[in-house]
């Protein structure tokens, strides 16, 4: 059974840095795009970052360039998203999520709050 469990959210204040983790299972990992979403209230899911695991490389929204970091721990099954110099309009619900066959595979989210 895929499982993608996220954690690492919390309070943050403006300039400040967090690192959200994402638990999987169910699935090798080092065979499937991963990636970060994140949704803030009233707003659509947006994709902030996916890790293609082959020669495609990483892709980050125009709004992280620069800020965020995207990696994966093959040996761990685990996904990172490091986010740095956040910014109040960093707050969102932060979801993870896997490109596997079949349907989408997304972690229950994990809530960023930026604020001073």
């Known amino acids: 059974q895929v499982q993608l469990v996220e954690s690492g959210g919390g309070l943050a204040q403006p300039g400040g840095s967090l690192t959200l983790s994402c638990a999987t299972s169910g699935f090798t990992l080092e065979y499937y795009a991963v990636g970060w979403f994140r949704q803030a209230p009233g707003k659509e899911r947006e994709g902030v970052s996916c890790d293609s695991g082959s020669f495609y490389g990483t892709y980050y929204a125009d709004s992280v360039k620069g800020r965020f970091i995207i990696s994966r721990d093959k040996g761990k099954n685990t996904v990172y998203l490091q986010m740095n110099s956040l910014k109040p309009e960093d707050t969102a619900v932060y979801y993870c999520?896997?490109?596997?066959?079949?349907?989408?595979?997304w972690g229950q989210g994990t809530q960023v709050t930026v604020s001073s």
């Open positions: 999520h896997a490109n596997l066959p079949g349907p989408d595979a």
